[in-house]
Nanobody, 123 residues
């Protein structure tokens, strides 16, 4: 079956970096957009970044532009999120997701989800 498995989260000090990875399996994703979302306790799940699988076009939330970089490795079937200059407000559970079709920035438009990986940024 289709599966997304995230890894790479952890505890880091403000200003630090992490590399989140999402291993995608179970189908080909040529016509898909892959997204990263995050959710902090008591808050709604919010868009972070997305990338089209075939063309590699990227999209970012304003809050992470210039600090986060999304990429995909087609040969490894992974989607990566390099997160730099982390701030305490970046603390959240980060989820990898997929939708068939064009980019959308609402979590409601994505129908394949991983279990998430926790990122905690200390001040």
């Amino acid at each position: 079956q289709v599966q997304l498995v995230e890894s790479g989260g952890g505890l880091v000090q403000a200003g630090g970096s992490l590399r989140l990875s999402c291993a995608a399996s179970g189908r080909t994703f040529d016509s898909y957009t892959m997204g990263w979302f995050r959710q902090a306790p008591g808050k709604e799940r919010e868009f972070v970044a997305a990338i089209t699988w075939s063309g590699g076009t990227t999209y970012y939330a304003d809050s992470v532009k210039g600090r986060f970089t999304i990429s995909r490795d087609i040969s490894q079937s992974t989607v990566n999120l390099q997160v730099n200059s982390l701030k305490p407000e970046d603390t959240a559970r980060y989820y990898c997701s997929a939708r068939r079709g064009w980019y959308r920035n609402s979590w409601k438009d994505y129908d394949i989800w991983g279990q998430g990986t926790q990122v905690t940024v200390s001040s």
